[in-house]
């Protein structure tokens, strides 16, 4: 048996590298570089910033300003050439070229865009102008939208409103915890003979903030 070993896995190991050459040679056979030229069809003209792409293997690559582009795929693959403007074509690399390096000239259709009529007409006399001038909200844009969001009463109203994450609950369940247990066995303080609450209270009555408000209707302060 170990004579039968000795003798037959060294041929064992011979064709497994022989095969090992044979597939990483038929692999790099199967690729290929396409160097080439995308070009309108009807002046013959550069276009650039063409989007190249490997069909089905999401990667590509982009035509230069004068529509140059350089690719590396296999043979059998197809490639596509996308830009607004223009209609979308397809190459498909043949398996039987021959060699590692193709030049390629790929020219592309312009394609005609159909937008929905839009028709302006101005506002019938000087008054009404001036009436929407003066009165015609304008949707914020995204710099006035984030300067709204970031405000300081902003942040303020929405840390009141939002709900609390675990941190805060825990933090103020301790605190509750803490202030019982400084009263536990006694009665606690009532404010209602506490002078510094009288006096906060009647600083808020000058304020105003007992005054009842506009609320909608099925609400109350009460």
Same mark, same amino acid.
């Given at each position: 048996?170990?004579?039968?070993?000795?003798?037959?896995?060294?041929?064992?190991?011979?064709?497994? #590298?022989? =095969?090992?050459?044979? &597939?990483?040679?038929?692999?790099?056979? &199967? /690729?290929?570089?396409?160097?080439?030229?995308?070009?309108?069809?009807?002046?013959?003209? @550069?276009?650039? &910033?063409?989007?190249? #792409? +490997? $069909?089905?293997?999401?990667?590509?690559?982009? =035509?230069?300003?004068?529509? +140059?582009?350089?690719?590396?795929?296999?043979?059998?693959?197809? *490639?596509?050439?996308?830009?607004?403007?223009?209609?979308?074509?397809?190459? +498909?690399? =043949?398996?039987?070229?021959?060699? %590692?390096?193709?030049?390629?000239?790929?020219?592309? +259709?312009?394609?005609?865009?159909? #937008?929905?009529?839009?028709?302006?007409?101005?506002?019938?006399?000087?008054?009404?102008?001036?009436?929407?001038?003066?009165?015609?909200?304008?949707?914020?844009?995204?710099?006035? /939208?984030?300067? $709204?969001?970031?405000?300081? !009463?902003?942040?303020?109203? #929405?840390?009141?409103? !939002?709900?609390?994450?675990?941190?805060?609950?825990?933090? /103020?369940?301790?605190?509750?915890?803490?202030?019982? @247990?400084?009263?536990?066995? %006694?009665?606690?303080?009532?404010?209602?003979?506490?002078?510094?609450?009288? @006096?906060?209270?009647?600083? @808020?009555? $000058?304020?105003?903030?007992?005054? $009842?408000? &506009? *609320?909608? /209707?099925?609400? =109350?302060?009460?």
């Amino acid at each position: 048996m170990r004579y039968l070993f000795c003798t037959y896995f060294p041929v064992f190991m011979v064709c497994i #590298l022989i =095969s090992g050459t044979i &597939n990483a040679q038929h692999i790099y056979e &199967n /690729i290929i570089q396409i160097n080439g030229v995308v070009m309108t069809a009807d002046s013959l003209r @550069a276009v650039p &910033n063409v989007t190249i #792409l +490997v $069909k089905n293997q999401n990667r590509g690559v982009e =035509s230069g300003n004068m529509g +140059v582009f350089s690719i590396v795929c296999y043979k059998g693959d197809t *490639l596509q050439f996308t830009e607004i403007g223009f209609r979308s074509k397809e190459f +498909v690399v =043949s398996k039987d070229l021959k060699g %590692q390096y193709f030049s390629l000239i790929q020219l592309m +259709v312009q394609d005609t865009f159909y #937008l929905p009529e839009t028709i302006i007409r101005p506002l019938p006399s000087k008054g009404q102008f001036d009436y929407a001038f003066s009165h015609w909200r304008i949707p914020d844009d995204k710099y006035e /939208i984030a300067r $709204k969001n970031t405000d300081v !009463l902003m942040l303020r109203a #929405l840390a009141y409103t !939002l709900p609390r994450d675990g941190r805060e609950a825990q933090a /103020i369940n301790q605190s509750q915890q803490w202030h019982d @247990a400084v009263y536990y066995g %006694q009665m606690k303080p009532m404010n209602i003979l506490n002078p510094l609450a009288w @006096a906060e209270f009647y600083e @808020a009555w $000058k304020r105003g903030d007992f005054r $009842k408000q &506009n *609320l909608p /209707i099925g609400t =109350s302060n009460y």
